[in-house]
């Protein structure tokens, strides 16, 4: 089991933190909405849950909820830019489709 972070997205994060002057990292899970059934929510937090699963990689930790590992399981948090946009993206092997407004994924 493995929530993995790209250089980028773990610069990004870094760069928020220290803006921010707290916080521990962020954390990865997912909602239940939308069209395909789920959707990624992420967040920054200050603390770590004791239910929490914790990644570390490039200095970040990555703090997963237990329920939303089995949909997430092998996903790599990217951060990119895309013209004038940018924003992270989620790499999710278990991904079987995706709406078309690509908000909400099903596993």
Partial sequence: ???????????????????RGKGV???L?????????????LE???????????????GVKIL?????????DGTELDFVREGLNEGFKF???NERDRCGCGESFRV
């Fill in 91 to 93: 790499h999710n092997p």
């Fill in 25 to 27: 990292g962020v954390r």
């Fill in 29 to 41: 899970g997912v909602k239940t909405t939308g069209c395909s059934g789920l959707a990624y929510k």
């Fill in 64 to 72: 997963v909820d237990p329920k939303s590992m089995a949909y997430i």
């Fill in 44 to 58: 920054y937090v200050d603390e770590a849950a004791p239910e929490d699963v914790v990644f570390e990689e490039h």
């Fill in 1 to 19: 089991m493995a929530v993995t972070l790209s250089e980028s997205a773990a610069r990004h994060i870094n760069r928020y933190l220290s803006r």
